[in-house]
């Protein structure tokens, strides 16, 4: 297996992973079990991500195996998922710091081709994102919808903490964070 950041031809092959996984067109039963995502990206915006911070792949024989997007707070702020947690930061806490005083990013999304799920590869995933992150970064925060147990599970597992649930539509989300 190859993790490293996604170069060209990559990035059909993520929206692809993505479109399989998305809420929106997965059963109620399927999504609980397996996870999903609450929204989509197009191939451009995974490359502005990958430029703004990273996109780090798991590829084996050239199939894409899983997906990790990483991003700065002021390119997340363009999205308004990963916004509706930003705006909270200044009175969310971790370790007694408002998330806002931290230097953080945005993790997110995550995906992994369902076959490998439960393999160990979310773990090399982010162990390959945190290895690539600028040095200045001591914060991670991914928000993960609420009903979405199998993500929030695996995220915990690796040592995030829940540090916020906050509103959004119709959803309810979780901020998780891990330091750096």
Same mark, same amino acid.
């Given at each position: 297996?190859?993790?490293?950041?996604?170069?060209?031809?990559? +990035?059909?092959?993520?929206?692809?992973?993505? %479109?399989? %996984?998305?809420?929106?067109? #997965?059963?109620?039963?399927?999504?609980?079990?397996?996870?999903?995502?609450?929204?989509? @990206?197009?191939?451009?915006?995974?490359?502005?991500?990958n430029s703004d911070l990273a996109v780090?792949?798991? #590829?084996?024989?050239?199939?894409?195996?899983?997906?990790?997007?990483?991003? /700065?707070?002021?390119? !997340?702020?363009? +999205?308004?998922? *990963?916004?509706?947690?930003?705006?909270? +930061?200044?009175?969310?806490? +971790?370790?007694?710091?408002?998330? !806002?005083?931290?230097?953080?990013?945005?993790?997110? *999304?995550?995906?992994?081709?369902?076959?490998?799920?439960?393999?160990?590869?979310?773990?090399?995933?982010?162990?390959?994102?945190?290895?690539?992150?600028?040095?200045?970064?001591?914060?991670?925060?991914?928000?993960?919808?609420?009903?979405?147990?199998? !993500?929030?599970?695996?995220?915990?597992?690796?040592? @995030?903490? /829940?540090?916020?649930? @906050? *509103?959004? %539509?119709?959803?309810?989300?979780?901020?998780?964070?891990?330091?750096?």
């Amino acid at each position: 297996m190859e993790f490293r950041k996604a170069i060209g031809d990559d +990035y059909a092959k993520i929206v692809e992973l993505q %479109n399989r %996984n998305l809420a929106s067109v #997965l059963s109620s039963e399927a999504a609980k079990a397996d996870g999903f995502l609450s929204g989509s @990206f197009n191939a451009e915006q995974f490359a502005a991500m990958n430029s703004d911070l990273a996109v780090v792949v798991c #590829l084996e024989q050239e199939r894409l195996l899983g997906f990790l997007c990483a991003s /700065t707070i002021e390119f !997340s702020k363009e +999205y308004a998922i *990963p916004a509706a947690m930003i705006k909270r +930061y200044e009175s969310c806490l +971790y370790a007694g710091i408002a998330l !806002s005083e931290y230097n953080s990013c945005v993790c997110g *999304p995550v995906c992994i081709e369902k076959s490998q799920r439960g393999l160990g590869l979310l773990a090399k995933l982010y162990q390959s994102l945190f290895e690539l992150l600028p040095e200045k970064y001591n914060l991670a925060a991914v928000l993960i919808a609420l009903n979405n147990h199998r !993500s929030l599970v695996a995220h915990q597992k690796l040592g @995030f903490e /829940t540090v916020d649930r @906050f *509103p959004f %539509n119709q959803a309810e989300f979780h901020t998780l964070v891990k330091a750096l």
